[in-house]
C-alpha cells in the first residue's frame, strides 16, 4: 500500500509543481523516509533542487511548493490520505500521513496473508544465482556456510517480488584439486591395507579422507594392496568427488538449502565446448597471440589488463572454463545472472564481466557478490579449528551447536561485503539478546495473546479500525507497511541484510506496543477486536519475513 501511495504523491507533486517551472526542466521528485519520525513519514528536498533553476532561497521556495502540492493532494483525492504538509529548514517538505492512510496498511495486511509484500515487480525475469559451488574436496566451512545462507534467502526474495529464480551450484570435478584429492584417498587406503607411503604436505588432511579411503575399500570389497594398485586412479578419484558430494548435498538439505540445479564442469565446460567458444570468439576478434599463448582482450571491457586464456604449454587456464559456463547460463534463458564469491576472487570480478559483454550481454547482466568471511567466537575467545576434524569449522558443527534457525540468521546479520562476527554462545541464548529468539518469540507472542483473547470471547476485526489511535499502533502499522518497500530494497542491493534489519526493528516495535496498549480487554471489546487485528498482521509480516530467511516460524518458545 505505502509503495502505490509513493507513487501516488511523486505523481500528484510532479503534475501540481510542473506550471511553476514555467517551460524549464523541472527536476526529479525524490520521496525518502525520514529517520526521525518526527519529520513525518515522506520527504522531499525538491524545493532545495530548485534553488539554481527558480533563483529563490529554498525555505521561500518549499512554502510556496507546500500549497500548491497541498491544493493537488485534494485534487487527487490524497488529502484523505496525508494529514499534514510542512515544511522545515533548510527546506525539506514533510508528508505525514492520516489514520485513515494507516489503517488501510492493516487491511491490506489482514487480507493478503502470507502474499503480502509479494509482487510481480520482477515480471516473471529469469535469474540465476550461483553459490556456494565449493569444490567437492571436503566438507562445507563455515565461509560456504555465509554463501549458503545469503544465497538461499536472496533467491526466496527475489521469487517472491515476481522474478523467476533458478538456484544453482557448480560443480568443478576436473582440475588440479580433485586429482589432489584421489590421491590423498589413494594414500590413506593404502595406509589401512598396511603400505605406509610418505603423504606430501599438499594433500588433504583430515580424518574424513580417511572414512573415505575405508568407504571405498568396503564398496569395492579390496583387502590387498595388489588389488588397490590394479585399479585405475580415476577410479578412486571418482568415488571421491561422488562421495563428498552427497555430503554436501545432505549438509545442505539440512541447512534448508536445496538446489534447483546442480551443474557439472565436465559437462558444461569440457574440452570440446572449450575450443568451440575458443574458435569463436577468436573470429570475433577477442582473441591475440602474445608470447606463445592466447590471450583476451578484456582490457577493451575495462579491465585493467589483459588476460591468458592458453597458456603456452597448450593448457587452458582457470578462466577459459568459466567463459563457457556463463555463455551456457546466457544460453538458458537468464538475463540476470547472480555470483556469490569469496573474499579472494575481487580481482575476478573485472575479467568475468568483460567476458560476460564479450558474449554480447549488457553488463549488468552479471552480478558479482563478494561475500565476506565469518569468524566464529565463544566466550569471547575467537575459534581457530575444529576440534573433531582438525581443520576447518564446518557447516554441520555449526549446525549441531545453535541449531539451524540461529545458523541462517547469524549468517546474514551482516551486510554481504562486511566481515561477520558469528558470537555461538550469543546464537544459542533464549533471551532478547538473542535476536532471532527475539523476533521469534514476538511471533509466538502473538498466538499467545490471541489465545488469552478466545478465553475472553474476543476476536479480531477485519476492518473499521477508527478506534486506533495511539502513537504505539500508529507505529508498528506504518512498519508494517514497509514490508513489500523492504523486499524491493534487498533486490535493488542484492542483500537480505535490510529484511533482517527490518525483522529487528518489527519486533521491538511490536513489543513496545504490546507492552504499553491493552490488547486483551473484555471491558472495552470492540478496541480489543481492533487491537487483536494490529496482533493478526504483525504475525503474519513477521512470518512473511522469517519463512523469506529461511527461518522457522514457532508458536509456543
Not at 10 to 20: A, V
Request: proline share 4%; net charge negative; glycine share 6%.
Amino acid at each position: 500500500m505505502l509503495i502505490t501511495l509513493r507513487k501516488e504523491i511523486c505523481s500528484s507533486i510532479e503534475k501540481s509543481l510542473t506550471p511553476l517551472f514555467d517551460n524549464i526542466p523541472m527536476p526529479s521528485v525524490d520521496l525518502d523516509v525520514p529517520s526521525d519520525k518526527t519529520h513525518g513519514d515522506f520527504s522531499t528536498n525538491i524545493a532545495m533542487k530548485s534553488v539554481k533553476l527558480l533563483k529563490r532561497p529554498p525555505l521561500e521556495i518549499a512554502a510556496a511548493f507546500r500549497e500548491v502540492i497541498f491544493a493537488g493532494f485534494e485534487h487527487a483525492g490524497l488529502s484523505v490520505k496525508i494529514a499534514k504538509v510542512e515544511v522545515v529548514k533548510p527546506g525539506f517538505i514533510n508528508f505525514f500521513l492520516s489514520t485513515t492512510a494507516v489503517c488501510e496498511i492493516l487491511e491490506q495486511t489482514l487480507r493478503q496473508k502470507d502474499q503480502y509484500g509479494k509482487s510481480d515487480f520482477g515480471q516473471g525475469q529469469k535469474v540465476n544465482i550461483e553459490f556456494v559451488s565449493a569444490n567437492p574436496t571436503g566438507p562445507l566451512s563455515v565461509a560456504h556456510a555465509r554463501q549458503a545462507a545469503v544465497g538461499d534467502a536472496l533467491a526466496n526474495i527475489f521469487n517472491f517480488i515476481g522474478f523467476a529464480v533458478t538456484k544453482e551450484y557448480y560443480v568443478n570435478d576436473e582440475g588440479n584439486q580433485i586429482n589432489i584429492l584421489g590421491r590423498s584417498v589413494y594414500l590413506r587406503a593404502l595406509d589401512r591395507l598396511g603400505e605406509k607411503e610418505d603423504f606430501p604436505e599438499d594433500c588433504y588432511q583430515g580424518q574424513y579422507i580417511y572414512d573415505m579411503a575405508d568407504a571405498f575399500l568396503a564398496e569395492q570389497k579390496i583387502t590387498a594392496v595388489e588389488e588397490l594398485k590394479g585399479l585405475p586412479s580415476s577410479e578412486v578419484r571418482q568415488f571421491a568427488v561422488d562421495y563428498l558430494l552427497d555430503v554436501i548435498k545432505q549438509e545442505l538439505k539440512d541447512f534448508g538449502v536445496h538446489f534447483d540445479t546442480w551443474s557439472h564442469q565436465s559437462h558444461i565446460a569440457g574440452l570440446k565446448a572449450i575450443e568451440k567458444t575458443m574458435t569463436d570468439l577468436q573470429a570475433q576478434g577477442h582473441i591475440y597471440e602474445q608470447d606463445g599463448a592466447l590471450w583476451f582482450k578484456t582490457t577493451a571491457y575495462g579491465d585493467d589488463k589483459d588476460r591468458v586464456v592458453k597458456k603456452s604449454d597448450g593448457s587452458y587456464t582457470y578462466f577459459m572454463p568459466d567463459i563457457v559456463y556463463h555463455q551456457d547460463k546466457f544460453r538458458r534463458g537468464f538475463v540476470k545472472v547472480f555470483n556469490l564469491l569469496g573474499p579472494d576472487h575481487h580481482g575476478y570480478i573485472p575479467r568475468l564481466t568483460a567476458a560476460v559483454q564479450a558474449l554480447g550481454q549488457p553488463k549488468d547482466a552479471l552480478r558479482v557478490l563478494i561475500i565476506q568471511l565469518a569468524t566464529l567466537y565463544r566466550n569471547g575467545q575467537e575459534v581457530q579449528m575444529s576440534t573433531r576434524r582438525g581443520q576447518y569449522v564446518t557447516l554441520r558443527e555449526v549446525m549441531e551447536e545453535v541449531g539451524v534457525d540461529a545458523a541462517r540468521f547469524f549468517f546474514l546479520m551482516r551486510l554481504v561485503d562486511a566481515h561477520l562476527d558469528f558470537d555461538l554462545e550469543l546464537a544459542k541464548k533464549e533471551t532478547p539478546e538473542n535476536p532471532v529468539y527475539y523476533i521469534q518469540y514476538a511471533h509466538a507472542r502473538t498466538y499467545s495473546i490471541e489465545d488469552k483473547a478466545k478465553e475472553a470471547g474476543l476476536f479480531a476485526k477485519a476492518k473499521d479500525f477508527q478506534l486506533l489511535q495511539e502513537s504505539e499502533e500508529m507505529e508498528l502499522l506504518k512498519k508494517i507497511g514497509h514490508f513489500p518497500t523492504t523486499l524491493l530494497f534487498c533486490w535493488r542491493q542484492a542483500d537480505a541484510f535490510a529484511l533482517v534489519n527490518y525483522l529487528q526493528e518489527l519486533a521491538g516495535t511490536f513489543h513496545r506496543f504490546y507492552d504499553r496498549q491493552r490488547v486483551v480487554d473484555a471491558q472495552n471489546p470492540e478496541l480489543s477486536a481492533q487491537r487483536l487485528a494490529v496482533v493478526q498482521a504483525s504475525r503474519i509480516v513477521i512470518a512473511n519475513g522469517l519463512r523469506l530467511l529461511g527461518v522457522s516460524t514457532p508458536q509456543k518458545m
